[in-house]
């Protein structure tokens, strides 16, 4: 069974900065990008912020982080941390973790982690 374990999440002023970081379960064989989205209340689950975990890591940002947001990755560790900074309330949201991955003798599949809350007080 696939498990994304997310932490980091937590309280903090704008301006502030949180790391998040999610790790994928060792029954994972291989995969093709893991990444961060967010939902806030009463709006549709948003992306954040993917990163390849082949080649040279390409990584993709939604415009409203791009400069603030890092995602970065640990290929051996199966892991994604999404180092973010100058927070605003407006990235107030439940930060969930993705991955496009496949587990020995399975197919390409989405998972998702159980989500994270980030809280940036004004």
């Known amino acids: 069974q696939v498990q994304l374990v997310e932490s980091g999440g937590g309280l903090v002023q704008a301006g502030g900065s949180l790391r998040l970081s999610c790790a994928a379960s060792r029954s994972i064989f291989s995969i093709n990008t893991m990444g961060w989205y967010r939902q806030a209340p009463g709006k549709q689950r948003e992306l954040v912020a993917t990163?390849?975990?082949?080649?040279?890591?390409?990584?993709n940002y939604a415009d409203s982080v791009k400069g603030r947001f890092t995602i970065s990755r640990d290929n051996a560790e199966n892991t994604v941390h999404l180092q973010m900074n100058s927070l605003k309330p407006e990235d107030t949201a439940v930060y969930y973790c993705n991955t496009f991955a496949r587990t020995v003798g399975g197919r390409w599949s989405d998972y998702w982690g159980q989500g994270t809350q980030v809280t940036v007080s004004s």
């Open positions: 990163i390849s975990f082949g080649g040279g890591g390409a990584t």
